[in-house]
């Protein structure tokens, strides 16, 4: 069992930039897929980036290529999402999620994680 804080999050100008993070609590947190998640008002959730448990095969949504990078610190539990050049449309509530990582490639839809944050709230202004 593994649970998930998130913290970052917040309203940002289009452009700008933020970093979530993802603490996890528990113990074989190397042991674990780490995602990120978001849902935006009307619409259901969607993969933003996941990373595997050594950080070696990163993944990233087509529409985040060159902005998003995800990235983890194994030592202190915490992986964390480092969002560049922020548009409108990446408003939305942002989760994180982990799985057991027996991963043969990495996954990127929600049904496969079996923990998740509460979320945290993204809001780009134009």
């Known amino acids: 069992q593994v649970q998930l804080v998130q913290t970052g999050g917040g309203t940002v100008q289009a452009g700008g930039s933020l970093t979530l993070a993802c603490l996890a609590s528990?113990?074989?947190?190397?042991?674990?897929?780490m995602g990120w998640f978001r849902q935006a008002p009307g619409k259901e959730r969607e993969f933003v980036a996941a990373?595997?448990?050594?950080?070696?095969?990163?993944l990233v949504v087509d529409s985040g290529k060159g902005r998003f990078t995800i990235s983890r610190d194994n030592a202190v539990n915490t992986v964390y999402l480092q969002m560049n050049n922020l548009k409108p449309e990446d408003t939305a509530v942002y989760y994180c999620?982990?799985?057991?990582?027996?991963?043969?490639?990495?996954?990127?839809?929600?049904?496969?994680?079996?923990?998740w944050g509460l979320g945290t709230q993204v809001t780009v202004s134009s």
């Open positions: 990373l595997n448990w050594n950080g070696r095969r990163p």
């Open positions: 528990g113990r074989l947190f190397d042991h674990y897929g």
């Open positions: 999620a982990a799985d057991w990582d027996n991963w043969d490639s990495t996954p990127n839809t929600a049904p496969q994680y079996a923990f």
